[in-house]
């Protein structure tokens, strides 16, 4: 008989758990609280507010739901995603922080607990394809098993960008 993992259990880490930072992404607001978040079969894709200008920006920026630019992330296969409250400005209160978590960014988790386990409950077919990736904002982290991602910045708002595709079909890493 097959015991369920406890949620505590998936949150461990182990000694070669490593988290990967995407540095090439685009960069997104720090103030900026709108992410949106669209699943289709097994599609899944996150848009929020992205940062063209360059680092040194003086005051603060207004953003609404209907400001852009924005980005889209869009995850290929999902098979499960998980979203958690934290505080990112704190940079405490969710398990990958010991591993360098910070607000802001987008990662991959290299040696996640969390893959093995949806393999072994049988969630995915493919489970030894999956990869595990993390985008952390300022009050939440979602986390995503999924087998690659890509990102396309769009002058469109969060929620209109969900739904563009235009230009060439971005690269899947």
């Known amino acids: 008989m097959r015991q369920r993992v406890q949620q505590n259990d998936l949150m461990t880490l182990d000694r070669n758990t490593s988290l990967v930072e995407f540095e ?6 720090p103030n900026s609280l709108y992410q949106y978040f669209s699943q289709e079969s097994t599609g899944l894709s996150l848009a929020f507010h992205v940062d ?8 603060i920026r207004v953003l609404n739901a209907e400001t852009g630019p924005s980005v889209r992330i869009d995850f290929l296969h999902a098979a499960a995603v998980r979203m958690q409250m934290w505080n990112g400005d704190a940079r405490d209160g969710h398990p990958l922080v010991s591993l360098g978590l910070r607000a802001n960014r987008l990662y991959e988790v290299k040696d996640s607990r969390w893959l093995p386990v949806l393999a072994s409950e049988s969630v995915w077919e493919e489970a030894a394809r999956l990869r595990h990736f993390v985008c952390a904002f300022r009050v939440h982290v979602y986390e995503v098993a999924a087998e690659q991602l890509r ?5 469109d708002a969060p929620p209109i960008a969900l739904s563009r595709f235009s230009g060439p079909p971005p690269i899947w890493r």
């Open 151 to 155: 990102w396309q910045v769009f002058d």
């Open 52 to 59: 063209l200008s360059p680092a040194t920006v003086e005051g």
């Open 24 to 29: 090439d992404a685009p960069r997104w607001v």
